[in-house]
């Protein structure tokens, strides 16, 4: 059980995941800065965001914390960024790496799911009116996670 | 005497208990009455007969004064005895009034009028009396106080003695000898008031004698011309006295030049004469007088109630007890003591339990205080060695110590010269003597002649004397303490680099250099001088001839661990090439005596060992049996060596031991010691330190007993202190990293140092086996409580703690009987421990759990995933993503067939219980039961499913190992401590560790009292050796590391288990946050919680505040014993 981001790190080096990047900071080998470019096909197309990733101490027993630092108009993403994924909170496993729950959340980004809202006002905008949600969202990401 | 006379005698006596009563009706015409009837004591009498009787043995006392005493006694049924009893209350007031008067026992003379009044009636009233000629030998002297005393009428007299007549004091006695007055042992044989008379000075008749106390401070006293007394008499009831009627008596006392001056040869007790007294035993003449004046003179002291001046601390002047008593050397018997107490009044027994119960309770800490001498240290000079010699650059504090060191070996040219040079002896008084003031002069004679002149007071003037009461010597100069031997105490705070320091002073004087320049001129002078040319330093020396004299070496004796490290730091050094350094240790050197007094180059430096020292010691006292002294032939003790050294020098504390016996009897001119803990269990710790130093007097075992131990048994413990610190003050030097230059920097600037605690949760196993154990122990302990024996059970609890305990740590320690333990050191393990038995008991159920066709499914299952034992030997923890697992033991397999390492499972299922949560299969998710896990066993060259077995699972250690593996990976070069007090918990982390780390990611060292010196070695040097790429793990017990050892390549140590002691665990930690640290310091503690381990925080906390049981007798030990347990299981 040595050096756990070591291998981490490794692995998202040697086996990287298109459309995703994490680095570790430089100081502390727990603290990632994540990118995750938004899936085609979706309103978030073209977008990249950009996301924070904190290994907690009881790391791999407790999930890791992942946060959206660019700004995201999405249902189970709220206003600071928190994410609303069952692996993240109650379907974490210790089997579960990072690249697994980045492409979790890519995923996420793919389908978003109004039924399970964190934000709630995103979440009703989407229910009832979802072409406007997704304008909104399309315009969002012109707006906030253009890529570099 | 009429009553007009009586009027200012009545004042003299009784103003201040009028004052007292002055809100009653005071009848003045009453209280003048003197001389009334005595009523016939047969008649029957009425309260107010005895009122009237009272009042007529004291004339003075109004009506409703003598009601009030008797309303005092009324329980006393007899009257007579009533009668008795109010007087005596009376007189004890007025004994009592008369001391609470400050300082010098002023009687009550004090307002003018009643002054005048004196003045116009006393000189009529008394005439002149006889201005008694001074002996020739008296120049001078000088009131210190007067008594009243009671005296006892042996003949009759025609008429009253007239109040103010002189009386004479004279001994009957003079022909007898001391001989029959005192027996061996210094004790009075017959009562001394049969010897002391007074006699009219008029008449020339003899009239009464003096009760015992006071003749028991007369008659040694009154042969001799230093101490002169006069009688008065003061009252007789002005009536014809018959005999055994009493009356009262001033007595005056004075101290005359005579005992100023240099005492002759049979007063002056000095340490030589007692050395041979306290060795035949037998007390002469001349002793026996000379002791008898002593003790007399105490008690005199204490009669007139004398109070020393205390220079240091003028407001403690009140509290201060003098408790001053005649130290009698050799046999100080318990009798002994209460002959001289019985002189001395009874000691205030609630004052000073009040004294003791202020003083600041952690008094190992007010000790260390006190021999922090901030100020003289802190102003030291500079010295820096010469480069030619020293190789290393010593730090301020460090060349200040060597200016230090050089004055106290007398080598002041070599010492950089201050400012002043000689006042670092600076006026120290020595502790034996008291300061004391002279009294006003209250003797009846100044008071009451006006004739009496003050020509005595010209020739003595001075507000203060100086009284050694012990000896019994007397000096006008404030007495000067000295200290004539070469060495000290170097007792520098660990860490500030005691070794260097004294490094330092050997090259800087490597040799006595005395010695070389004399012996010179004694070969130059050698024809035609007789051979009584003793060099100075011979003379200080014992028995040993010149040629016994090894001048130019220093022996170093130091702890067999520390041998190697002294041996370096002397290489770092060291420049100068003529100077070398030798070990004596095993066989290495063959003719010692001869290498060191006959060659022409000497080693400078000989370093031993404790063990060395003993062993030739012994081996010379075996080998002249008989002869009682040592045969110094060849080895250590044939030599008187220019210096010694003794590091830790604490080893020798106790002095019974053969180790510190043989320390006592090397010989050398100069002796130091090196202690950073000079004081470990309790004051007398210091006494060998003392002993050792020969510092007279010392090192007398009667002083140290009489004023330090004593005093501290009978908690008095300012006077123990002050009298340490005096003793030692002018001997040891003692900086702490905490103090401050002059400049206001800290002397060391250490790195932070950051200590943690880690709380660590049971795991189930442990849990189950913890509570079996501490029910054990509880209902062991409870029963022991009820019974009060608790502590005749001590070792049995001690073996149940000790359970307790290794739970904590690993429950394999349970089987291992670990001899490194302090608890159960030398004690017999009451049974071999058999842990298959409780484990299999507690965990019967649990394996049973996993019954043979679910194991068997699994085995299938798991085999059919994997058929081939390679595959086994390439598995993948999905946890740890760690790929294979090595080595294969450390394979666990759930139900459901996924593979784990045994810690990462292990730690899923302990954090998913500890939080609640569902323990369900990291990769299937399916539910897992934490009984049905399989392990990987190699059987021959085949591996075998089995079922996997946690009960040696220990959550300390995976606490440790989280720890560490999170250090590798910030940054893999690290060092790292690990601490334990237990040597085989060490081997358990040593195999757990291995297995754990790969021997790319971390190396590990283990170090205990089992390796040999040449390993020691070898290990810290490999440990030291920083390798980027690996973690450095040692492993260190206590025991084999607590001492020296330099461990400043590592910033980090994890302390697996508390100790008993915090200030061990304090020593431990500064192996590694020491001089030399670079990097900051963190230290983990792992702490199981609700467990011993936590109580055993609480016991360390109570440890730090109270002082570690310095200040504690047995009874009191005890007590805190019974109280730690009872902590530990509440």
């Known amino acids: 059980m040595a050096s756990l981001p070591k291998r981490i790190i490794k692995r998202l080096v040697s086996d990287p995941v298109p459309g995703i990047t994490a680095e570790p900071h430089e100081d502390n080998l727990r603290y990632f800065q994540v990118t995750i470019e938004g899936p085609q096909q979706s309103p978030y197309e073209n977008g990249v965001f950009h996301l924070e990733l904190f290994l907690p101490d009881d790391y791999p027993m407790e999930a890791p914390k992942v946060r959206f630092l660019t700004k995201i108009y999405h249902p189970n993403i709220d206003r600071l960024g928190r994410i609303c994924l069952d692996v993240l909170k109650t379907n974490w496993s210790p089997a579960l790496q990072i690249r697994t729950v980045l492409l979790s959340i890519q995923a996420l980004l793919a389908s978003p799911n109004p039924n399970d809202p964190l934000a709630n006002d995103v979440a009703e905008d989407w229910i009832q009116n979802e072409d406007g949600a997704i304008a909104t969202a399309r315009e969002w990401t012109k707006r906030y996670a253009k890529p570099n | 005497m009429n009553p007009q006379e009586s009027s200012p005698k009545k004042r003299f006596f009784f103003e201040d208990l009028e004052e007292d009563l002055s809100g009653k009706a005071l009848r003045n015409e009453e209280s003048l009455l003197f001389g009334g009837h005595r009523p016939a004591p047969e008649n029957p009498v009425s309260e107010k007969d005895e009122v009237s009787e009272i009042r007529d043995v004291i004339p003075d006392l109004s009506h409703s004064q003598a009601e009030m005493l008797l309303l005092k006694c009324e329980s006393c049924a007899d009257r007579s005895e009533r009668i008795s009893n109010a007087v005596s209350i009376y007189f004890e007031n007025q004994s009592q009034k008369e001391r609470s008067v400050p300082e010098a026992n002023m009687p009550l003379i004090t307002s003018p009028k009643v002054n005048s009044n004196f003045g116009v009636t006393k000189k009529k009233d008394y005439g002149t009396r006889l201005t008694k000629k001074p002996k020739p030998s008296v120049q001078w002297r000088r009131f210190i106080g007067s008594i009243q005393v009671s005296a006892l009428a042996t003949r009759p007299t025609v008429q009253p003695l007239k109040y103010g007549c002189e009386l004479q ?72 006295l018959s005999v055994g009627d009493s009356f009262v008596v001033q007595l005056d006392i004075f101290l005359t030049s005579v005992l100023f001056e240099k005492k002759p040869k049979s007063y002056n007790y000095d340490s030589r004469e007692k050395i041979s007294y306290s060795q035949s035993n037998v007390e002469s003449e001349d002793e026996a007088r000379s002791r008898a004046r002593r003790i007399a003179l105490l008690g005199l002291f204490d009669e007139v109630n004398m109070v020393s001046i205390d220079d240091s601390t003028s407001e403690d002047n009140e509290v201060f007890e003098d408790q001053t008593q005649v130290i009698d050397l050799g046999n100080y018997d318990d009798d002994n003591d209460n002959e001289t107490s019985s002189i001395t009044p009874e000691p205030k027994q609630e004052d000073q339990l009040t004294e003791s119960d202020t003083l600041n309770l952690n008094q190992l800490k007010s000790i260390y205080r006190a021999t922090l001498s901030t100020d003289s240290t802190r102003f030291l000079p500079e010295t820096t060695p010469s480069e030619d010699d020293f190789a290393l650059t010593l730090r301020k504090y460090q060349k200040q110590g060597l200016t230090w060191m050089l004055r106290k070996e007398r080598e002041f040219d070599l010492a950089a010269a201050g400012d002043s040079s000689n006042q670092f002896d600076e006026a120290k008084m020595n502790p034996l003597w008291k300061k004391f003031k002279w009294p006003k002069d209250l003797a009846w004679g100044a008071q009451r002649l006006l004739n009496n002149l003050q020509e005595q007071q010209n020739a003595c003037n001075g507000a203060f004397f100086y009284a050694n009461l012990h000896t019994g010597e007397f000096s006008k100069e404030k007495p000067i303490l000295k200290s004539v031997k070469r060495g000290g105490i170097l007792a520098d705070e660990m860490g500030l680099g005691k070794t260097i320091s004294v490094l330092s002073l050997i090259l800087t004087v490597p040799s006595d250099r005395e010695f070389i320049n004399q012996s010179q001129n004694f070969v130059a002078e ?125 080893t020798i504390r106790n002095r019974s031991t053969r180790t510190s016996k043989a320390v006592m009897d090397l010989a050398a001119c100069r002796r ?37 131990s004593d005093p501290f048994e009978v908690k008095q413990y300012k006077q123990a202190f002050d009298m340490v610190s005096t003793i030692l003050d002018p001997v040891i030097l003692r900086r702490t990293k905490l103090m401050r230059d002059a400049d ?80 159960l050191n030398g004690k017999q393990l009451c049974q071999p421990f058999d842990l298959k038995n409780v484990l299999s008991r507690n965990f019967k159920e649990s394996t049973r759990n996993f019954d043979e066709r679910s194991f068997q499914n699994a085995v299938v299952h798991i085999r059919h995933k994997y058929s081939d034992d390679s595959e086994l030997k390439s598995l993948e923890c999905s946890v740890c993503t760690a790929d294979p697992i090595e080595p294969i033991n450390q394979i666990v397999f759930t139900e459901c067939g996924h593979a784990f390492c045994q810690n990462c499972i292990m730690d899923f299922i302990n954090f998913q219980t500890s939080r609640k949560q569902d323990l369900k299969c990291p990769n299937c998710r399916t539910f897992i039961n934490p009984h049905h896990l399989l392990s990987v066993a190699e059987s021959g060259s085949k591996l075998d499913l089995k079922r996997f077995d946690d009960s040696s699972y220990s959550s300390k250690v995976q606490a440790l190992m989280k720890n560490l593996s999170r250090l590798q990976e910030a940054s893999s070069g690290e060092q790292v401590v690990v601490f334990s007090q237990f040597s085989s918990y060490l081997d358990i982390l040593e195999r757990e560790l291995g297995s754990n780390f790969g021997d790319k990611e971390a190396k590990i060292y283990k170090l205990d009292g089992r390796l040999s010196l040449k390993e020691r070695t070898t290990v810290l040097k490999n440990f030291a050796n920083k390798d980027p790429a690996r973690l450095k793990i040692l492993l260190l017990s206590l025991k084999a590391g607590g001492v020296g050892l330099n461990l400043t390549c590592a910033s980090r140590a994890y302390m697996m288990d508390p100790w008993w002691s915090p200030s061990l665990e304090d020593q431990a930690i500064d192996r590694v946050h020491r001089i030399g640290q670079q990097n900051d310091v963190k230290v983990i503690r792992f702490i199981m919680e609700n467990s011993i381990e936590e109580k055993m925080l609480r016991i360390q906390e109570r440890k730090r505040t109270l002082g570690e049981a310095v200040d504690a007798d047995e009874d009191e030990r005890k007590r805190r014993r019974v109280d730690e347990i009872r902590m530990l299981f509440e």
């Open chain 2, 672 to 708: 130091w010691i090196l202690t950073g803990t000079p004081i470990i269990n309790k004051l007398d710790d210091l006494y060998s330190a003392v002993k050792f130093l020969r510092l007279e007097p010392w090192s007398q075992a009667g002083y140290w007993k009489s004023l330090v």
């Open chain 2, 744 to 823: 206001g920097k800290k002397l060391v600037e250490l790195p932070n140092k950051e200590v943690l605690i880690e709380k660590v949760k049971f795991n189930r196993n442990e849990d189950e086996v913890y509570k079996f154990f501490l029910n054990r122990a509880e209902s062991s302990v409870m029963e022991g409580l009820a019974r009060g024996d608790l502590l005749r059970k001590y070792s049995t609890i001690l073996v149940h703690i000790l359970r307790l305990r290794q739970v904590c740590c690993h429950l394999d320690l349970l089987g291992s009987k670990d001899e490194n333990d302090a608890d």
């Open chain 2, 526 to 650: 050698a024809r035609n001088s007789d051979s009584s040319i003793i060099t100075s330093s011979l003379q200080s020396s014992t028995e040993m001839s010149k040629e016994d004299y090894a001048f130019a070496t220093t022996l170093i004796v130091v702890p067999m661990s520390l041998l190697s490290q002294w041996q370096q730091e002397f290489e770092k050094a060291n420049r100068n090439s003529n100077i070398k350094c030798e070990v004596y240790y095993g066989n290495s050197i063959t003719n010692l005596k001869t290498l060191l007094t006959k060659t022409t180059q000497p080693p400078s430096i000989l370093l031993t060992t404790y063990g060395t020292v003993q062993h030739e010691w012994s081996k010379e006292l075996g080998r002249s049996r008989g002869t009682r002294e040592l045969t110094r032939t060849n080895g250590l003790f044939s030599v008187e060596f220019f210096r010694i050294v003794i590091d830790e020098g604490h």
């Open chain 2, 169 to 240: 004091i004279v001994c009957a006695h003079s022909e007898e000898s001391a001989s029959r007055l005192f027996n061996g042992n210094g004790r009075k044989r017959t009562s001394m008031a049969n010897f002391v008379r007074l006699v009219d000075a008029e008449r020339n008749r003899e009239v009464g004698r003096v009760p015992e106390n006071v003749a028991r401070i007369v008659l040694p006293l009154i042969d001799f011309d230093d101490v002169e007394f006069e009688a008065t008499m003061i009252f007789c009831d002005n009536k014809r």
